[in-house]
């Protein structure tokens, strides 16, 4: 690869080779200079090169070395120390048996707490009510009444039949027996 001019070099540039093309020869030149702005020769003209360079950055990703993390549990011992409450609780149960008119709360005495324990209970009471009186006068006061009234009597009927089925009258002539042919 070539290398450009220096600013106080002079350079032949009859086969000038372009140094962005890795030794390609120059195509047309870019442009044309009078001698008097190179040193050469007097009267001459010369083609001089004008070469810009341009910048032109990437990056990429490359790998320089790698590390590795892992983590050890390590177990040791050690001696703590507290001091813990213990509370024992002794439940003793008193028969009260009487009637209260509210729920009783529950209550502290001493250290002591109390808490009441009740039930409903079902009380059919069957008692009298008065609900009335009733007053009664009794007066006593007579009339005569009169009023036609049908009364029933019965009569016995006393009667003698002959053989044949006849009325005998007992008090007869005949002794009681009748004539034999009535005519």
């Known amino acids: 690869m070539s290398q450009l001019p220096g600013p106080d070099?002079?350079?032949?540039?009859?086969?000038?080779?372009?140094?962005?093309?890795?030794?390609?020869?120059?195509?047309?030149?870019?442009?044309?200079?009078?001698?008097?702005?190179?040193?050469?020769?007097?009267?001459?003209?010369?083609v001089i090169p004008v070469l810009e360079e341009t910048l032109e950055v990437s990056?990429?990703?490359?790998?320089?070395?790698?590390v590795r993390v892992s983590t050890h549990t390590e177990t040791h011992e050690e001696s703590a120390e507290v001091e813990l409450d213990r509370t024992a609780v002794d439940v003793v149960r008193v028969p009260v048996g009487r009637i209260v008119d509210e729920m009783?709360?529950?209550?502290?005495?001493?250290?002591?707490?109390?808490?009441?324990v009740v039930?409903?209970?079902?009380?059919?009471?069957?008692?009298?009510?008065?609900?009335?009186?009733?007053?009664?006068?009794?007066?006593?006061?007579?009339?005569?009444?009169?009023?036609?009234?049908?009364?029933?009597?019965?009569?016995?009927?006393?009667?003698h039949l002959d053989a044949n089925g006849h009325v005998v009258d007992p008090m007869a002539d005949d002794g009681g027996y009748g004539k034999l042919n009535p005519a």
């Open 104 to 116: 009783p709360k529950v209550r502290n005495e001493g250290n002591t707490t109390v808490v009441p």
């Open 9 to 46: 070099e002079t350079v032949d540039l009859s086969a000038t080779a372009n140094p962005f093309t890795d030794g390609a020869p120059i195509a047309a030149p870019p442009a044309t200079v009078s001698t008097s702005l190179a040193r050469g020769v007097a009267g001459r003209s010369e």
């Open 59 to 66: 990056k990429r990703s490359v790998t320089t070395g790698r």
């Open 119 to 159: 039930e409903e209970r079902l009380v059919v009471v069957k008692q009298f009510f008065l609900k009335e009186e009733l007053h009664i006068r009794q007066a006593v006061t007579r009339e005569m009444v009169r009023q036609n009234v049908e009364l029933r009597r019965q009569r016995v009927v006393i009667e």
